[in-house]
């Protein structure tokens, strides 16, 4: 009572503030770090630790697709094998976009538009084991046959746009049809393009 009494006395008793969540607050602090390591490349040690922590962030699919559109131009395998390596299992409508633009872009690098091919396939989410070598040699409208990995959780992120399976299948038809389209990047076209209507349930 002497205690409810004074409380009274001052207005009544104040609200206790809600705590804040401990791992948002983390998230707070290491999401700028994890987006300058993932833009910048630097600190490099922490590039790992970067590709862990992204996906939670609120920028992820902008600083993703900003890296698949950083290798416009690149033939390297081994950057377009780590740019692979760091979108793996999240999804977003800014990294399927710059995908999508790359993939489409016949200025675009060849093996750019290649592994920007692979990432539409990912983001069919048919749990595909999708294999370069596969998809650069698959013959463009034959077989095109990956394994499937079955229990593979979905993929995290934000919803793509309603109509990402039928855009991605016309930029895999208009690939297969401009006859400039190098070989490899017709091949990856014609695997996109099969996967695309089966998800459409297109025969």
Same mark, same amino acid.
Request: hydrophobic residues 45%; proline residues 8%.
């Given at each position: 009572?002497?205690?409810?009494?004074?409380l009274?006395?001052?207005?009544?008793?104040?609200?206790?503030?809600?705590?804040?969540?401990?791992?948002?607050?983390?998230?707070?602090?290491?999401?700028p770090?994890?987006?300058?390591?993932?833009?910048?490349?630097?600190?490099?040690?922490?590039?790992?630790?970067?590709?862990?922590?992204?996906?939670?962030?609120?920028q992820?699919?902008?600083?993703?697709?900003?890296?698949?559109?950083?290798?416009?131009?690149?033939?390297?395998?081994?950057?377009?094998?780590?740019?692979?390596d760091?979108?793996?299992?999240?999804?977003? =409508?800014? $990294?399927? @976009?710059a !995908? %999508?633009?790359?993939?489409?872009?016949? #200025?675009?690098?060849?093996? &750019?538009?290649?592994?920007?091919?692979?990432?539409?396939?990912?983001?069919?989410?048919?749990?595909?084991?999708?294999?370069?070598?596969?998809?650069?040699?698959?013959?463009?409208?034959?077989?095109?046959?990956?394994?499937?990995?079955?229990?593979? =959780?979905? $993929?995290? @992120?934000? !919803? %793509?746009?309603?109509?990402?399976?039928? #855009?991605?299948?016309?930029? &895999?038809?208009?690939a297969?049809?401009?006859?400039?389209?190098?070989?490899?990047?017709?091949?990856?076209?014609?695997?996109?393009?099969?996967?695309?209507?089966?998800?459409l349930?297109?025969?």
């Open positions: 009572m002497i205690l409810l009494g004074g009274l006395a001052f207005g009544g008793a104040r609200p206790v503030a809600a705590q804040a969540d401990p791992r948002e607050v983390r998230l707070r602090n290491d999401c770090l994890a987006e300058q390591v993932l833009r910048t490349g630097e600190p490099a040690p922490k590039h790992a630790w970067a590709v862990g922590i992204i996906g939670a962030c609120p992820a699919g902008e600083v993703l697709g900003g890296l698949v559109l950083a290798l416009r131009q690149s033939d390297d395998t081994v950057a377009l094998e780590g740019l692979l760091d979108v793996q299992g999240y999804q977003a =409508p800014e $990294l399927w @976009g !995908a %999508l633009q790359v993939a489409s872009d016949p #200025r675009a690098a060849t093996l &750019a538009r290649v592994y920007a091919f692979h990432i539409l396939l990912d983001d069919l989410g048919l749990s595909l084991i999708v294999i370069n070598r596969d998809l650069m040699h698959a013959p463009p409208y034959g077989a095109c046959a990956f394994g499937k990995v079955h229990g593979l =959780p979905a $993929l995290a @992120g934000p !919803a %793509l746009p309603p109509d990402y399976v039928q #855009r991605t299948l016309s930029a &895999a038809q208009s297969l049809a401009d006859p400039s389209t190098p070989g490899v990047v017709r091949s990856a076209a014609g695997c996109t393009r099969v996967y695309s209507r089966i998800k349930g297109i025969r």
